[in-house]
């Protein structure tokens, strides 16, 4: 098991930027496939973005693709998300998650451990 927890959520203008962070405490997280998952009022939880264990495989929503990046630093067990132009509908609290597994999956069924989240708020 590993807890987790995001930071740097925010308010910002549409056409910015923001960079949420995932911190991980546990055991042997170099071992977790990691993804970022977020969650607008009223609607459901939707996949973002997700990194292998090593790294070296990432996989993104077509919503975001081309706009987010998702990257990991095993030696400090922290996950990342930095998000680029940014959009009003881009706003959600943002989750990140951990499932000790090598491979990406998108499903949130799949991911074991999540933390308790950020919001981002996007204004027009």
């Known amino acids: 098991q590993v807890q987790l927890a995001e930071s740097g959520g925010g308010l910002v203008q549409a056409g910015g930027s923001l960079r949420l962070s995932c911190a991980a405490s546990?055991?042997?997280?170099?071992?977790?496939?990691m993804g970022w998952f977020r969650q607008a009022p009223g609607k459901e939880r939707e996949f973002v973005a997700a990194?292998?264990?090593?790294?070296?495989?990432?996989y993104y929503a077509d919503s975001v693709k081309g706009r987010f990046t998702i990257s990991r630093d095993n030696a400090k067990n922290m996950v990342y998300l930095q998000m680029n132009s940014l959009k009003p509908e881009d706003t959600a609290v943002y989750y990140c998650?951990?499932?000790?597994?090598?491979?990406?999956?998108?499903?949130?069924?799949?991911?074991?451990?999540w933390g308790q989240g950020t919001q981002v708020t996007v204004s027009s």
């Open positions: 990194i292998s264990w090593s790294g070296g495989s990432t």
């Open positions: 998650a951990a499932r000790e597994k090598v491979g990406i999956v998108v499903a949130g069924n799949e991911y074991a451990d």
């Open positions: 546990g055991r042997a997280f170099s071992r977790y496939a």
